[in-house]
Each structure stands twice: as structure tokens, then as C-alpha cells.
């Protein structure tokens, strides 16, 4: 079996935690958060900023290792709007850090 690759950092979490301020599904901001791979790593999905999204405890575990779209339509949640979102967060978080690598870059002494 390949080995998984797992990058996504804690401080990306934090901030996916932060953007989303509870589950990214069903908005439950009770409880622990746990990392839900929207594409399973049963089906070949990744532990990444862009397959990870926070889920709590009853989402993660109605979904188990189904593929994201499919469970949301089986819940009668609307995955248009979800997805959306996600790519929005996804995009805010990337354009942060690049803003910062480039602040980095330009500020740095010749
Ligand atoms: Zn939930």
C-alpha cells in the first residue's frame, strides 16, 4: 500500500477551525472538532488543506468513508453551498500565507 502523505500543518487547522467556527457541515460549534477528509483515505484522499474540513463527532461518523458530495445529498444538506465556502476558506488561508512569504521576501535586506 502507498504511504499517506499528511501535510496538513496545525497551524492550517487552526486556522480551518477558525474560518469555519464549528462543523463544516451541520454548524455545530459544541465539542471536539475532528479532521474529516472530504475525499476518504480509503479512496485515495489525503490528510491536506484542501480535503480537510472540521466535522464534529456525529457528522464524521454518518459520513465514515463516504465521498463527500454523495453523503450530503443522502443528508439532504446542501453541498453547493458547502462546497462554495470551503473553496472560499481554502483560498483566504492560501492567500495569507503567500502574503506573507512575499512580505517575507520583499522586507528581507539585500
Ligand atoms: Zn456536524
Known sequence: MAR???DLTDEQWTALTG????????GDGDGRLQKDCMLPVSRGGRYTLTNV????????????NTEV??????????????LVRQA???TEIVTEVVTEIVTVITTREP
Not at 474560518?19 to 451541520?26: I, N
Not at 474540513?53 to 465514515?64: D, H, M, R, T
Not at 458530495?69 to 458547502?82: A, C, G, Q, S
Request: net charge positive.
Open 4 to 6: 499517506v502523505e499528511h
Open 19 to 26: 474560518a469555519w467556527g464549528g462543523c463544516a457541515y451541520c
Open 53 to 64: 474540513v472540521p466535522a464534529c463527532g456525529s457528522c464524521n461518523a454518518s459520513k465514515c
Open 69 to 82: 458530495t454523495t453523503w450530503m445529498r443522502r443528508k439532504r444538506l446542501d453541498e453547493r453551498v458547502f
Open 88 to 90: 472560499e476558506i481554502v
